[in-house]
C-alpha cells in the first residue's frame, strides 16, 4: 500500500486524513455525519461519498477508529481488555474488507467497586476511538510512560506504561456541564451563550472544587454569586466549568515520574491544563494530529 486513509468516525462527527507512506499528512476531510446520522445499512454510501475517489486508486489502505466501530456502527469491532498495546489492537482488527478496511478495537478494563457486592465488585469500563489518540500521543512524544487525559464529553483517564494502556476511567464532565447549562435551576441565572471564556472565573471554580468536598454542593454556588452579585452573569459559565473541570481533577492521584499528556481540542485542552497547574502539575497538549498519529502507528504493524 502506498497510502493510508485514517478515519476518526465518531457519534457527531466524521473526519479522515489521507496520508501517504512516510506517515505524512497530505490532505484532510471533515464532514457531519456522525454515526448517530447514518442509518443502518447506509454506512458503505456514506463512506464512499465522503472518501470514495481516495480508495479508488487501489493502492490505499484504510484503518477507521471511534464509535464507527460500536453495536451503532458500520461493523462492531471486539474490545481489547487492558493491559494492552500495539499486539492486541492487530490482533483483533474488525475487518470491513479483507486486507483493505479495517477497524481499530476498542478498549475494556475493571476498575475496583464495592466489595463484597458480587457483580459490583469490579466495575467496567470502555473507550472507543480514545486509544488510537493515546498512541497517537505516546509516538508523536516519543513516551512510553505518561497519565494522558482525553477531555470531552466523557473525559478519560488513561495510564500508559512500557507503552501498553493499563487502565482508563471516564468522567461525564461534559455531560453534565450541558444538562446543569441547560436543564437544571442553574440555566435561570447563566447567559443564553457561551461568551468568552474568562480565565480567572475559571479559576475561581477550579479552586472552589478542589477544596471542596462534593459537586451537588459547589454547584448551587452558581446561583448564589449571582443572587448576590459577586459574579457577572457573562463569568458564570466559566466558573461553572471551573467547578465540574476541578470536580474531576479532585478525584485524581498522580503517578510520580509520569508525564501528562492533554488531548483533545484547543479550547477545551487548554482549560485542563490551567485546572492542572492549579494542582501543581504542568501537562503538554496535544491536539487533532493525535488521531493521525495513532492510526499510522498501528498500520505500519499491518501493511507499511
Known amino acids: 500500500m502506498n497510502y493510508l486513509l485514517a478515519v476518526d468516525w465518531g457519534s457527531s462527527s466524521l473526519r479522515g486524513a489521507r496520508m501517504d507512506a512516510t506517515g505524512s499528512v497530505l490532505e484532510e476531510r471533515s464532514f457531519g455525519r456522525g454515526i448517530l446520522t447514518v442509518a443502518p445499512g447506509e454506512f458503505p454510501s456514506v463512506f464512499a461519498a465522503c472518501f470514495g475517489d481516495w480508495m479508488d486508486t487501489g493502492d490505499t489502505f484504510c484503518l477507521m477508529s471511534g464509535m464507527v466501530g460500536s453495536k451503532q456502527g458500520w461493523l462492531e469491532a471486539p474490545y481489547c481488555a487492558c493491559p494492552a498495546g500495539f499486539d492486541e489492537v492487530t490482533a483483533k482488527l474488525a475487518w470491513v474488507e479483507a486486507g483493505r478496511v479495517a477497524i481499530v478495537p476498542g478498549f475494556s478494563c475493571e476498575l475496583s467497586g464495592l466489595p463484597g457486592a458480587g457483580h459490583l465488585q469490579r466495575i467496567p469500563e470502555v473507550m472507543r476511538g480514545e486509544e488510537t489518540q493515546i498512541f497517537g500521543a505516546l509516538q508523536l512524544l516519543d513516551l512510553q510512560q505518561a497519565l494522558v487525559v482525553l477531555p470531552g464529553t466523557h473525559s478519560k483517564w488513561a495510564r500508559v506504561h512500557a507503552g501498553r494502556i493499563q487502565s ?120 487533532a494530529q493525535a488521531s493521525w498519529a495513532g492510526l499510522w502507528a498501528i498500520a505500519k504493524k499491518i501493511c507499511f
Open 168 to 287: 482508563f476511567s471516564t468522567f461525564m464532565t461534559g455531560e453534565f456541564f450541558g444538562l446543569l447549562r441547560q436543564h437544571s435551576i442553574l440555566s435561570r441565572t447563566l447567559p443564553a451563550g457561551e461568551g468568552e471564556f474568562d480565565a480567572g472565573a475559571f479559576e475561581q471554580g477550579v479552586s472552589l472544587a478542589l477544596g471542596a468536598d462534593s459537586l451537588l454542593h459547589t454547584a448551587f454556588s452558581v446561583r448564589t454569586l449571582s443572587l448576590f452579585d459577586r459574579l457577572p452573569a457573562a463569568a458564570l459559565p466559566s466558573y461553572l466549568s471551573g467547578l465540574l473541570i476541578g470536580e474531576e481533577l479532585r478525584a485524581q492521584t498522580w503517578p510520580g515520574n509520569a508525564d501528562v499528556v492533554i488531548v483533545g481540542s484547543e479550547a477545551l485542552s487548554r482549560r485542563y491544563q490551567i485546572a492542572l497547574a492549579l494542582r501543581g502539575v504542568s501537562a503538554r497538549r496535544l491536539g
